[in-house]
């Protein structure tokens, strides 16, 4: 079985999103989100959430491509989660275009093309516009 790992925070879940876990699932046979908690993207990533981790994991267990979601806690967790998950494939936004490839010492490391009209900042912009 390949497993394929992609990280991120989800929040306001849309066909960018959708498309991303489309492509990663394609690329293996059981797919794993990291999920960003609350306390993580406001500590580290200044970013507030619409939808709290508890509801943006609900919505992305809905998702028929997702097979897992565990929660991301900090940047550094990466290294161990592809070890303790035993991941061949990591995935994720090229617009991380290699900023991990330390990790191609132990999976595949796949950076995909981004869904270029929509995102998060972009709705989030649209609902306080």
């Known amino acids: 079985m390949k497993r394929v790992i992609t990280y991120g925070t989800f929040d306001l879940l849309h066909y960018g999103h959708i498309n991303l876990l489309r492509r990663a699932k394609q690329q293996g046979d059981y797919l794993i989100v990291?999920?960003?908690t609350d306390e993580f993207n406001w500590k580290y990533k200044q970013k507030?959430?619409?939808f709290d981790y508890e509801k943006r994991k609900h919505l992305?267990?809905?998702?028929?491509?997702v097979d897992l979601v565990i929660p991301e806690h900090n940047w550094e967790q990466k290294f161990d989660d592809v070890k303790m998950y035993h991941v061949d494939?990591?995935?994720?936004g090229d617009d991380?275009?290699?900023?991990?490839?330390?990790l191609k010492e132990y999976c595949?490391?796949?950076?995909?093309?981004?869904?270029?009209?929509?995102?998060?900042t972009q709705i989030k912009a649209g609902i306080k516009g």
Request: proline share 6%; aromatic share 20%.
């Open 89 to 92: 494939t990591f995935l994720i």
């Open 48 to 50: 507030k959430c619409f």
């Open 108 to 120: 595949e490391v796949v950076y995909l093309p981004r869904t270029p009209e929509v995102s998060t």
């Open 34 to 36: 990291a999920l960003s």
């Open 60 to 65: 992305l267990e809905a998702v028929r491509y």
């Open 96 to 102: 991380w275009e290699g900023k991990f490839d330390f």
